[in-house]
């Protein structure tokens, strides 16, 4: 029987990628090729004209592809992501939740939605991996 981690073990594990986790990136949920993370916005997220930044997005969005592809098996990295900012965050947390969409011997696709906790989704990432280990 395969030793699944819980969550607890995942964030561990993940807490070494520093730049998402020490900007407020939380791992939410798992699952099989999935994950859901979150991210209170603060001020430090937001750009001159006082919405969220579109990196912000981004980061949240990778960081979940990132937990989505590697924590059941590290060795998937980002080859290509392509984003498309749909319209300004108007809640006070974002959520981005990566789905897998193929998986390959070498390669795989994921689909990250980003909203935020009222539900109007904010971004929409492509990624493309590569499974290097």
């Avoid at 859901?36 to 750009?47: A, F, K």
């Avoid at 579109?54 to 984003?83: H, P, Q």
């Amino acid at each position: 029987m395969e030793n699944k981690k819980s969550l607890e073990e995942v964030r561990k594990i993940f807490e070494g990628d520093r730049f998402a986790t020490e900007n407020g990136a939380v791992i939410e949920e798992i699952g099989e090729r999935s994950a859901v993370c979150s991210l209170i916005i603060t001020d430090s997220h937001r750009n001159a004209m006082g919405a969220v930044m579109g990196g912000t997005y981004f980061m949240l969005a990778d960081f979940a592809f990132a937990v989505a592809a590697n924590w059941e098996k590290m060795g998937c990295v980002s080859l290509r992501s392509d984003i498309s900012f749909l319209g300004a965050a108007k809640g006070e947390k974002l959520i981005a939740k990566a789905v897998c969409i193929k998986d390959g011997r070498t390669t795989a696709c994921y689909r990250v939605d980003v909203t935020d906790n009222l539900g109007n989704l904010t971004a929409v990432v492509t990624v493309t991996g590569c499974h290097v280990g």
